[in-house]
């Protein structure tokens, strides 16, 4: 069973950033996507950015150019978020396929006061 861990969430002011970390307990490689959803208080779960494993990217019109997915070339996907703004407030999920399988992990809180 693959897990997948969150870790870097957070309190940030308007305008700040923060960078999340996703870690697999298993090669990044082995994921044909990876991806980041957010999901706010009284919201459905969103995407937000994605990688596959060829390293094409893909991004919400919400936070293209200020978001950045990346992974390294052990087991973990991170998601750079600069210019925060109080919209982004929100529980923020990584996702990977293996196969036709998605795994979530658990979410990590971001906060970003006004």
């Known amino acids: 069973q693959v897990q997948l861990v969150e870790s870097g969430g957070g309190l940030v002011q308007f305008g700040g950033s923060l960078r999340l970390s996703c870690t697999a307990s298993t090669s990044i490689f082995n994921f044909k996507v990876v991806a980041w959803y957010r999901q706010a208080p009284g919201k459905e779960r969103e995407f937000i950015a994605s990688m596959t494993a060829g390293g094409s990217t893909s991004y919400s019109d919400s936070v293209k150019g200020r978001f950045t997915i990346s992974k390294n070339i052990r087991n973990t996907m991170y998601l750079q978020m600069n210019n925060l703004k109080p919209e982004d407030t929100a529980v923020y999920y990584c996702?990977?396929?293996?196969?036709?399988?998605?795994?979530w992990g658990q979410g990590t809180q971001v906060t970003v006061s006004s």
């Open positions: 996702n990977a396929f293996q196969g036709s399988v998605p795994f």
